[in-house]
């Protein structure tokens, strides 16, 4: 279920927004894309942080090992 609402932004963020958002597109695809963006580069960040951990640190998660 979707309601409508409204986002106070100063008129420079606003502006911003549309210089972002493409003909046809809305500012709620816009915000979703950017969302988005920013998902990725924090699961990316942590991916970097893990891979860079000194594998020698994980412990397993199973008693097998």
Sequence with gaps: MSADKRIRVSEER????????????????VLKQLIQEHNRK???????????????????LSDDE
């Design 14 to 29: 606003r502006e911003q927004l549309h210089d972002l958002k493409g003909v046809g597109e809305s500012y709620d695809e």
């Design 42 to 60: 924090q699961l990316a960040e942590k991916m970097r942080k893990v891979d860079d951990m000194d594998h020698d640190e994980f412990v397993p």
